[in-house]
């Protein structure tokens, strides 16, 4: 009998411990369970932007903000970039090639997957330090000494300065204007429309009278207007910074030289912009401004870049080269979705893949992320046009020619199309 009870009460000690076992393993597969269905979160990819906050071009600093914080709202929409959201940051360059590379410095320590920007005037100043330190860039801006880039880290989405000048040249020519001065400072930046503005303008049957070269941040321009107008020319090309501008505009209004027609650079074409106040009351009439641009896009990609920006920012002004930053990281993310890879070593190669010049055309985020889930293979045509890059990583686009209405918002004088730019080039431009 005791023998037996011991037995019994084996078994019981064997069964009450067999169902421990069993109770603790069935929490087991129900946390695993829970972290099957919670999957961890991943870490957002940095999306860098170095722009001039300060110093005399800092007005650039809103237009590539509004630029990324567009393109990371539509890429993030949709799923963000294999598992990953976007988000920004920035830092100042003040457009001053001395601040440029602390402030690449900065911005590295917070690990970018891609840069956007610098603008023209710092590019040079840092454009060897992506390579080396693995990181993507898509610069903003038209500098001429990018149209043979062979950096292969190296993009633009925004047309050449040197196409902006045959377009200035173009647009002149068709309003009969064939009587020009320029007045460009002395930074390079604004000294590379120079050789293509006066060579288009000639062959299309221009006469160039003066071309004058300022020095920013003087207290009076009246020497240089008297001479840029001593031939009385029909029409005016500039480009300068917004303080110089300022000095010059204030001193050709006391000489009444604010009534010819000036045709000014993109930096000009913002609405409400520092521009277009200091023209005067003239500028409604007499200020037109090139802008690379694309009023129209087939696929939408242009509607829906604005429905966008209007989410974002609550309007659909847009700021000058915003449309570019936001392809810019919808190409960036399209490129890291083909690759796999977040890898800026790795996705860099797929680029161009995900922009053509063949494969389906799409504009929208969604859309090409579909096709490449499907294995098909796309041609980004973006709110900025053809993204197709060459093998300077260059892209071509036609222009709008702002004006301004008498509140100072745009207004589209007219679209340069890149036919009319090939028959300037043709006609020896």
Known sequence: MKTNGKMRS???????????????????????????AAPKKLAPLVVGGIFP???????????????????????????????HQLTAKYVDDAADSVDALPAFRKLELNHPT???????????????????????????????TLDTNNNPFVFRTSSSDS????????????????????IFDNSANSQGFVPPLMKAFKALGGTIQQNITLTPGQSSYSSELTSAFAGHPQ???????????????????????????????DLQSAPQGVYA???GPTASTDLTAALPATPTSANGAY???????????????????????YD???????????????????????????????????????????????????QYNGASGNDDFNKYHNVFSGFEMLGFTSSLNNVTRAYVTPAQLAAVVAKGG
């Not at 169902?19 to 369970?33: I, K, P, Q, R």
């Not at 100043?125 to 390579?131: C, E, P």
């Not at 399209?334 to 053509?356: E, F, Q, R, Y």
């Open 303 to 325: 509607n829906h870049f604005l429905s966008d920006y209007q989410s974002v920012w609550h309007t659909t002004s847009i700021l000058p080269t915003t449309f570019n930053e």
């Open 277 to 279: 106040k200091a023209f």
């Open 53 to 83: 906050f300060t110093g005399s071009k800092s007005l650039l600093s809103s237009w590539g903000t509004h630029g990324v914080a567009v393109g990371i709202y539509e890429v993030n929409q949709h799923g963000g970039v294999l598992g």
């Open 235 to 265: 029409v005016i090309f500039d480009s300068m910074d917004s303080q110089t501008a300022a000095t010059l505009f204030a001193d050709g209004q006391q000489l009444g030289y604010m009534t010819t027609h000036w045709i000014g650079d």
């Open 10 to 36: 084996r078994l019981r000690g064997r069964v009450v411990l067999s169902l421990a076992m069993v109770t603790a393993l069935a929490g087991v597969g129900v946390s695993a369970g829970v972290a099957n």
């Open 328 to 378: 810019s990281i919808i190409i960036a993310s399209l490129a890291m979705t083909m690759a796999k890879s977040i890898d800026p070593k790795v996705w860099v190669k797929d680029v161009t893949k995900v922009t053509g010049p063949t494969g389906l055309s799409c504009g929208r985020y969604a859309q090409c992320l579909a096709y490449l889930k499907e294995g098909k293979k796309i």
């Open 163 to 182: 196409n902006e000048a045959l377009a200035m040249a173009q647009y002149a020519i068709s309003q009969g204007w064939k009587t020009g001065s320029l």
């Open 114 to 144: 891609v840069i956007i920007g610098p603008f023209s005037p710092t590019i040079e100043a840092i454009i060897n330090q992506f390579k080396p330190n693995d990181v993507v860039d898509f610069m903003v801006g038209g500098l001429t």
